[in-house]
């Protein structure tokens, strides 16, 4: 019974076997996939690198790496690891694909290959590695590409860790006013334009916005991936936000449309990150004094009218090109010593941008 | 893929030759594999096994004998080539 056919896919064959190169190919080029060569784990590598592969078969035994090397390599790469590898290998190789199957090969043939046995592993394989990619898609959907990568990589568990990292808090100025005199539409029009400007400022610095509640967003620095910079990152964005919202108001002005005010509150340092709900929902975010004090900030920029408020945490993590001043204390629920404010400057920011 | 073969075998052939010569028992098993597998390939059973004896000799570095293998691995090739060279001027049905 033959297999099957598979959607054509890009295939490389690596083999330092010029015979075993075509009696691999030629079947697979009647199918319509599309095959280059390698012969060696070198050249297979540089090849991997250079263009789109959908699957790759591979020779265990070659010259400069043999196929071992190749799939360690493999599976450190981040970009290429997720290509599935069929082994092909002698009979009395067995052990070595063991080897490679715990390695992290998806499957394995014996040769002399038998062309049936070839047609429907491959079949199989490139099915698997379709389904991934719409997993792939439909989880960056609904999570930041930095959490779907996350949950794809390490897995989902319920549970969090201690890092260090920013947390910001921005809402929009006397929204339930805005809500209560215009039409819903023209509300969720607003929403929609002002999510994907700060979104896009966030994004831009590499912060994941984890939640939306209203006109209110809480965005992180820092987590799931860990960085360095993530207090300038974070202040960065919201010097952005403040920006991107001014001119978003000229285009509103322009139009005799509502214009808006936002206020962003960022603090730094240990959090608990990790997934939070239950096994059938969750969402990923952080949890900790900091992100209280944050949230602080974010309401303290009506008492105090600045638009962006940050802490002492957050202060010393930035350089020089970004202007502070002291804002006074703040006291928070729940914390002995009150905080030191800091209003960040977005004057110079109107200035270079004109 | 025979006319592959019996471009590139003679080359493979004389290698194991030279590099059992020089010592090299890494090379020697590498192209004592290719050949094996490539005589398996086309069904040559005797020309297979003496490859597939050469590479373990050569994987546990024990070449004792060696030359012998060798001389016979040469004589099976010559039939083989003679044997598939036919095949590849016989005119497809």
Same mark, same amino acid.
């Given at each position: ?12 064959i ?8 075509l ?6 080029e ?35 790496l043999?196929?071992y090397?190749v799939l360690?390599?493999?599976k450190?790469?981040p ?14 190789e067995?052990?070595?694909?063991v080897?490679?199957v715990?390695?992290?090969a ?12 070839l047609?429907? $592993? ?11 990619? +719409?997993q792939? &898609? *439909? /989880?960056?959907? #609904? ?9 794809l ?21 006397s ?5 209560e ?6 509300t969720i029009e ?17 912060g ?11 965005a ?6 860990? $960085?360095?910079?993530?207090?300038q990152?974070a202040?960065?964005?919201?010097? +952005?936000?403040? &920006? *991107? /919202?001014?001119? #978003?108001?000229e285009?509103?002005t322009?139009?005799d449309?509502l ?15 990790g997934?939070?709900?239950?096994h ?7 949890v900790g ?15 105090v ?12 993590g ?8 002291a ?10 010593q ?17 | ?37 490539n005589?398996q390939?086309?069904g040559?059973?005797?020309?297979s ?17 060696t030359?012998?293998?060798i ?14 060279t ?8």
């Amino acid at each position: 019974m033959s297999a099957p056919a598979a959607p054509p896919g890009a295939i490389l064959i690596v083999d330092d076997n010029r015979v075993n190169q075509l009696l691999l190919s030629r079947g697979l080029e009647q199918q319509g996939h599309a095959i280059v060569f390698a012969g060696h784990g070198r050249e297979a590598l540089d090849l991997l690198r250079r263009r789109h592969f959908d699957l790759m078969l591979l020779d265990v035994l070659m010259p400069e790496l043999d196929g071992y090397q190749v799939l360690a390599e493999l599976k450190l790469d981040p970009h290429l690891r997720d290509i599935p590898v069929i082994m092909t290998s002698s009979l009395d190789e067995l052990d070595s694909v063991v080897k490679c199957v715990e390695m992290g090969a998806e499957d394995y043939l014996t040769k002399p290959i038998n062309p049936v046995l070839l047609n429907a $592993r491959i079949t199989a394989s490139l099915e698997k590695k379709r389904l991934r990619d +719409q997993q792939r &898609e *439909l /989880i960056s959907k #609904f999570a930041t590409k930095e959490v779907a990568e996350d949950l794809l990589t390490s897995g989902f568990s319920l549970g969090g860790k201690h890092i260090d990292a920013s947390a910001l808090f921005c809402d929009i100025r006397s929204f339930t006013t805005i809500v209560e005199a215009r039409e819903p539409a023209e509300t969720i029009e607003l929403l929609n334009d002002y999510y994907t400007l700060m979104m896009d400022a966030i994004g831009g610095e590499g912060g994941i916005v984890n939640q939306m509640v209203g006109d209110g967003l809480m965005a992180i620095f820092g987590a799931p991936v860990p $960085r360095e910079d993530h207090r300038q990152r974070a202040v960065l964005a919201a010097r +952005q936000m403040v &920006e *991107l /919202i001014r001119l #978003f108001n000229e285009e509103q002005t322009a139009q005799d449309k509502l214009q808006i005010q936002i206020g962003v509150g960022i603090a730094s340092g240990p959090v608990v990150a990790g997934y939070t709900g239950t096994h059938h929902r969750a969402t990923y975010t952080c949890v900790g004094d900091t992100v209280n004090v944050a949230a602080r900030l974010e309401s303290h920029t009506k008492v105090v009218g600045r638009p962006i408020l940050i802490d002492e945490h957050t202060r010393c993590g930035l350089d020089d090109v970004i202007a502070v001043e002291a804002h006074g204390e703040l006291l928070v629920k729940g914390k002995t010593q009150p905080v030191q404010v800091y209003a960040v400057h977005v004057d110079s920011l109107v200035a270079e941008s004109l | 893929m025979i006319d592959t073969f019996l471009s590139d075998a003679p080359a493979l052939v004389a290698a194991l030759r030279t590099t059992y010569e020089e010592g090299d028992t890494e090379a020697l098993r590498r192209t004592a594999h290719t050949l094996k597998s490539n005589g398996q390939i086309f069904g040559a059973g005797r020309f297979s096994e003496l490859c597939r004896d050469l590479e373990e000799r050569a994987r546990r570095g024990t070449l004792d004998g060696t030359a012998d293998v060798i001389g016979r691995i040469d004589r099976e090739y010559a039939a083989l080539e003679t044997t598939l060279t036919a095949l590849g001027s016989t005119p497809a049905p």
